[in-house]
Structure formats: structure tokens, C-alpha cells
């Protein structure tokens, strides 16, 4: 069983910063590409930053220049630094891995987070 939980949503004022984390655990055997992706009301599910195992990183336009994704492996860990925050950047933000299990080494099964809520006020 592996899982990912997110944390560090929250409300935060237009202009604000947050930092979202997404800790992966369980029978890990290894951690192919990381990501995150949002989901606003009455929108469909968007990616947001990927970054892959070896550190290299994809962003959405509309987030370019305002957030940076970043993971650490020793921790199974990536991160979402989002600065200038706007209230067009309020959606449930969720967190996907492709991971290889202890159990199956050989495959990537793609993994999400529950979601963390993300509030900016204007």
C-alpha cells in the first residue's frame, strides 16, 4: 500500500505565499516523475508543475515565474512553493507520483493525493 498525503493549504490574501507538501509512503521501491495538479470550482482537473526524478520541472503558463516545485528524494517528498498568489489560483490541489512498488519493482502505478484546499482572498 502506498499513499501520498499533502499538507500546507490554507486561506491566504491576494499577493500572499503558501507552500504546499506531499510526503509519498508505504512499500516503496522507487519514484518516477512528481507532480501537482488543482482542480477550481467548476473547472476541470489542471496540472500545475511536474519535476522528474532527476530535477527537471514543467510548469503551467499560468503559474510561470510564481511557483516552483521541488522534491526531496531522501524524504519521498515534493514541494510547491506558490508566491504571488491570485485569486484565480484557488482549487483543491492534489498531488501525483508515479511510483514502483516493493511488490511490483518493475512498473509505475500512477498515485494521487486526497487534496489540499487553497483560498486566495482578494
Known amino acids: 500500500q502506498v499513499q501520498l498525503v499533502e499538507s500546507g493549504g490554507g486561506l491566504v490574501q491576494f499577493g500572499g505565499s503558501l507552500r504546499l507538501s506531499c510526503a509519498a509512503s508505504g512499500s516503496i521501491f522507487s519514484i518516477d516523475a512528481m507532480g501537482w495538479y488543482r482542480q477550481g470550482p467548476g473547472k476541470q482537473r489542471e496540472l500545475v508543475a511536474t519535476i522528474t526524478s532527476g530535477g527537471s520541472t514543467n510548469y503551467a503558463d499560468s503559474v510561470k515565474g510564481r511557483f516552483t516545485i521541488s522534491r526531496d528524494n531522501a524524504k519521498n517528498t515534493v514541494y510547491l512553493q506558490m508566491s504571488s498568489l491570485k485569486p484565480e489560483d484557488t482549487a483543491v490541489y492534489y498531488c501525483?507520483?508515479?511510483?514502483?512498488?516493493?511488490?511490483?519493482?518493475?512498473?509505475?502505478?500512477?498515485?494521487w493525493g486526497q487534496g489540499t484546499l487553497v483560498t486566495v482572498s482578494s
Open positions: 501525483n507520483a508515479d511510483i514502483a512498488t516493493a511488490l511490483i519493482p518493475w512498473k509505475n502505478v500512477a498515485v
